[in-house]
């Protein structure tokens, strides 16, 4: 209930035959919200009496007795001795003394409620009064210098007392405070024209009615700046706000609303030290100041000491019980400390202390969902939509709202909206907290592109994020999560493992500790991550398909205080195409975070990877792996250990180390070696391939450091580092042949990287991105390919990096890239936090020959070229048309034996070959979302793929026996069209038809490799839980049971060979 100043207000037991007790308003007005349960109220006035039965309502009682009702929702029968009335939701009735109730125009209830506006103080009473207050106004002037407003207001004189233009308009002031506008209003009169500091309780009245006011002279007085700072503020211009009110703290350094005021507007801009030492300062002056206490509170939260928070906030309504902020921070942490129902009343009395405030009503939404409440979440949602159309943030609540309904082309609507009306808050956020904020959105809007199947566009919008805020975690997690499944899950072609692992290594550092489904920064205006409070979490992920393959995720995860961990564990088992193609892996993550400071952090990690298989490469024809083949890596562990610190909003400290184990093993019963016959010039003058049992065992350590800078200003990003990685190869392997040849080796590898990343935003429209990288890299020349190498080589390259991300139009977007870089030998080049994209576009790679076709190519060169067109057609479809064009070139020694002497005694040797790889990819992406539950997409893709084998030394005529690409251009042509049908409901049922077209054209091979061109449907069928807890799954995979053959030169995903059966069941708690 929120009592209007000057209510005469009476509440009578209730009567013998009603439970429900009397409230007789004899003058004044009174609010009421209850969303709990429909309120039974019985009331009388002078001139009507009634029962409601409403959750919100405004009773207000003239001095003349004449009654008006506004029913903002619920229902109320009037009765007066001139007649009865009902009214509904949205209705309004007055009654007169002598006439019968009326029921009025529509009501507007922000209009309605006017003395519950915020209205700061302003006033310093030098500026009026100068060195010599009044008298009659010590005691008053007193507790309004501590900041004890409704203090300063009881001891007032009376109104009729005053005397003078000073007093008068220190007293308007004075009721401005507390929401009294009309009798400010009258008794400034004309006091304007004569006192400056009255011109500023003005400009500030016009500021908050939104009425067009603007300063009338230049102020010339503190009390003036600090309205011209409102006024500012009210128009957007954050930066000169803050500028006027330090103007006001200049002119006045014992001013202490002036930088209490400042506080606000630098904890607004994120600027917690800032805020903080003006807030001490404006506490040291002000220290009954509520708004300042609350602030406080705020700025403990931020500091993650949300406990410590919870008496400041306390004491703010302690000294001001009708503080909406103050019950708003209270409720908040009450969510964050785990007592949720709790939150949810104090985030209800917020919104009824202060009802027109739109972001109050979007938090009680949220607190409802949270609590499980979603018929009143939905509620306060619309009401808060309705109070400020131009709000986004009622929409972005709504969209994480309707996700968990599983509404999904509803909650992609919302999103959208709330992406456009994003920048309106510069009224309470800074340029660079608004392109946070904006990230945020992208990052969310790209999770439910991801679950309504629109896989390309969510990519993109994660892109975007990161581009918008690349402190952003949320959007370097979902691109992480993104890459992570376009990996091959037999881990032999790795073209997407660095970006994942980058992607994630960027995720880990910059995350918070206790970081929420909404990742924002906290600021007095921004406070979702609270809801999320200490926690502990399992999710889990079992997957089966009827050809004996499984898929196990798990985590358990959570945080108290300042301590957050994970422990992830996957498990899978393929057992392949063919015979000797099996899989069996098993990943074991742990994380731990820790929070020191609100500004640093730390993160240790620790890997383990246990890796068996066959030979589980793609082949032309499945039936050509080896039968004789094992493999088995095992990481026990890598380890790292990182550094974050946030010096201030968008500037960052990254440090990563790490120690990278891995022991590798291989075995061959049969395997092949190749034999070269020389000349007396060294010349090779035959070759052969002969059978002998071989094993290879490799254990490789590496350190790698790195630090890196992010430097983010409105309009400008720099993104700097530099890394260093050193280790070595202890490499035994074994040919059995003849007496055998048995080689042992310990080389080391090296890498030095540095770089530098210029974002400029030029336009709002217009975005460039520059950029530069050194790398300088010694590694082993031969240490994969028996017989192997003692000697190393070294590569070093300068890679320019080029971006433009250009939108001309709202609905258009044209994006380009040109991209240099060097690769690694082993996963070492994986370990890195350099950005991994540039406009949108992947620049960094593992590799980009597919590793089935050649194997690791050590030290290549990768140089891409990318152009796309981004268009939204409508609020319900979209296009992508891109074309991309990959290149990688690189040499490497093959270990041979060479046939030397009368007896052909085999020698260890190797030759040199020289692999240059070109893909040129179009891809065409169309998805239409069609009604509240279906979406059709489609993508078209053409790729070609074309591979220049050289071997210098070994003649044409015997390149086929050094291998089947030796000494060949070779190409594939692959086109594929993809179209796929979602249908999501909101009970939580969905469905899933993918039909996929494949066609591939082969050339330049020495034997005939003629392709192929087929389809492959899956259907799906499933059923979400509610709040997603739980999804079960179950679909048939190549519903035809059409087998295939492609070249893996075409890199593309291992599709299922005949009809298969797939089950799965995801848990989250």
């Known amino acids: 209930v929120r009592i209007n100043e000057r209510t005469t207000l009476e509440i009578r037991p209730a009567a013998a035959q009603s439970s429900v007790p009397l409230l007789d308003i004899k003058a004044g007005s009174a609010y009421f919200l209850n969303r709990t349960r429909p309120m039974d109220s019985r009331f009388t006035t002078p001139t009507v009496s009634g029962a409601i039965r409403g959750t919100e309502f405004l009773l207000e009682v003239a001095g003349t007795g004449a009654t008006t009702i506004s029913m903002f929702e619920g229902e109320v029968a009037l009765s007066s001795p001139l007649g009865e009335l009902g009214l509904r939701s949205g209705e309004q009735a007055v009654i007169e003394t002598e006439s019968a109730p009326r029921r009025t125009a529509v009501i507007v209830g922000q209009q309605l409620i006017q003395w519950a506006l915020y209205y700061p103080a302003i006033l310093r009473p030098e500026d009026v009064f100068g060195d010599q207050p009044p008298a009659i106004l010590k005691e008053s002037l007193a507790a309004y210098r501590s900041g004890d407003l409704h203090l300063a207001l009881q001891r007032s004189p009376a109104f009729e007392s005053v005397s003078n233009d000073a007093e008068r308009t220190y007293l308007a002031a004075l009721l401005l405070s507390v929401g009294q506008v009309e009798q400010s209003r009258t008794l400034l009169g004309n006091s304007t024209s004569r006192i400056a500091a009255a011109r500023g309780v003005q400009l500030l009245i016009d500021t908050v009615t939104n009425v067009d006011g603007q300063p009338k002279t230049d102020p010339s007085t503190a009390t003036e700046w600090l309205a011209v700072s409102y006024h500012l503020q009210s128009q957007h211009d954050l930066p000169e706000a803050l500028a006027a009110a330090r103007k006001a703290t200049e002119l006045a350094p014992n001013f202490g609303f002036g930088w209490v005021r400042v506080a606000e507007l630098e904890f607004g801009s994120g600027n917690n030290r800032r805020a903080r030492a003006a807030l001490e300062t404006g506490l040291v002056l002000s220290s009954e100041n509520a708004q300042a206490v609350a602030l406080q509170g705020f700025l403990l939260v931020a500091e993650g000491r949300s406990a410590a928070a919870v008496p400041r906030f306390e004491q703010a309504m302690q000294l001001d019980s009708g503080l909406g902020n103050a019950w708003l921070g209270r409720g908040l942490t009450r969510f964050h400390e785990g007592d949720r129902e709790g939150g949810r009343a104090d985030l209800q009395v917020a919104a009824a202390l202060e009802p027109q405030r739109s972001v109050l009503r979007s938090y009680l939404g949220k607190g409802f969902f949270e609590v499980g409440d979603v018929k009143h979440a939905e509620k306060e949602l619309e009401i808060a939509a309705a109070l400020d159309p131009n709000d986004p943030t009622p929409l972005l609540y709504s969209a994480l709202l309707r996700q968990k309904q599983n509404r999904i082309n509803e909650a992609i609507s919302d999103l959208q909206e709330s992406q456009r009306l994003n920048d309106n808050r510069a009224l309470y956020r800074s340029r660079s907290l608004l392109d946070q904020d904006q990230s945020v959105r992208s990052a969310n809007q790209a999770a439910l592109y991801r679950d309504n199947g629109m896989v390309d566009l969510s990519v993109r919008e994660a892109a975007r994020s ?8 949320s959007a370097h997690l979902f691109l992480a999560n993104s890459y992570d499944a376009l990996r091959d899950p037999r881990q032999i072609n790795l073209r997407y493992e660095t970006p994942w692992l980058s992607e994630l290594l960027v995720a880990n550092l910059l995350s918070p500790v206790n970081a929420g489904a909404l990742s924002q920064t906290v600021s007095q205006q921004e406070y979702a991550r609270l809801f999320a409070g200490d926690h502990l979490g399992f999710s889990s992920s079992t997957e089966y398909q009827s050809r004996g393959d499984w898929l196990q995720y798990g985590s358990l995860y959570g945080s108290y205080e300042r301590t957050g961990f994970a422990l992830d564990a996957v498990y899978r088992d393929l057992s392949g195409d063919a015979p000797n193609t099996d899989v069996r892996l098993f990943d074991l993550s742990a994380k731990l975070k820790q929070q020191f400071t609100s500004q640093d952090s730390i993160l240790f990690q620790a890997i383990y990877s246990d890796y068996e298989s066959g030979d589980p490469r793609q082949y032309y024809d499945p039936a050509d792996a080896s039968a004789t083949l094992r493999v088995r890596e095992k990481q026990e562990p890598n380890v790292f250990a990182g550094y974050h610190r946030e010096w201030k909003p968008g500037a960052h400290t990254l440090f990563l180390a790490g120690r990278l184990d891995d022991d590798f093993r291989m075995e061959d019963s049969a395997g092949t070696v190749i034999i070269t016959t020389r000349n007396a010039t060294n010349g090779i003058t035959r070759v052969d391939q002969r059978t002998a049992p071989t094993s290879f065992d490799s254990q490789f350590t590496a350190y790698t450091f790195e630090l890196q800078q992010i430097h983010q200003v409105p309009r400008h990003t720099v993104i700097a580092g530099a890394r260093h990685q050193t280790g070595d190869l202890e490499t035994d392997s074994l040919i059995q042949r003849g007496s055998g040849i048995q080689q042992s080796i310990d080389p080391d590898l090296t890498r030095s990287s540095a770089y530098a990343y210029y974002s400029w935003e030029v336009l709002e429209t217009l975005q460039l991105t520059g950029g530069i990288a050194y790398d300088r890299l010694e590694y082993p020349v031969n240490g994969e390919i028996a017989p192997l190498s003692t000697s190393e080589t070294s590569e070093e390259q300068w890679s320019p990096k080029a971006g433009i991300r250009w939108q001309p139009w709202a609905a258009t977007t044209l994006r380009g890239a040109y991209t240099r870089s060097l690769g690694g030998v082993f996963y070492d080049n994986s370990v890195r936090l350099e950005p991994t994209q540039v406009a949108g576009f992947n620049q960094a790679f593992r590799s980009l020959l597919p590793e089935s076709t050649a194997g690791l190519v050590p030290g290549s060169s990768f140089e891409t070229l990318g152009v796309a067109w981004d268009q939204r057609i409508d609020s319900q479809t979209y296009l992508t048309v891109s074309t991309e064009m990959l290149e990688s070139g690189g040499e490497r020694v093959v270990g041979t034996l060479d046939a030397f002497g009368p007896l052909l005694t085999d020698i260890p040797s190797g030759t040199r ?16 979302m069609i009604g509240k539950h279906l979406v059709l997409g489609a993508t078209y893709r053409l790729s070609e793929a074309e591979l220049d084998d050289r071997v210098p030394e070994v003649p044409l005529a015997w390149s086929a026996s050094f291998s089947p690409t030796a000494n060949r251009s070779v190409s594939a042509t692959m086109h594929q069209l993809d179209v796929h049908s979602i249908f999501n409901h909101s009970c939580g049922a969905f469905a899933e038809i993918y039909s996929l077209w494949t066609q591939q054209s082969n050339e330049g091979y020495a034997t ?62």
């Open 1008 to 1069: 005939n490799l003629p392709g192929d061109d087929f389809w492959q449907f899956n259907a799906f069928i499933g059923y979400r839980f509610p709040r997603r807890l739980a999804e079960v799954r179950a679909g048939i995979l190549n519903l035809t049971d059409r087998d295939y053959r492609l070249n893996p030169l075409n890199l593309h995903s291992q599709l299922p060979r005949e009809r298969t059966l797939l089950v799965s069941l995801k848990l989250n708690f």
């Open 466 to 473: 990161v581009n918008l805020d690349y402190a952003n975690h």
């Open 913 to 928: 070959q020289f692999l240059d790889f070109r893909e040129r990819t179009l891809s065409v992406t169309l998805d239409r």
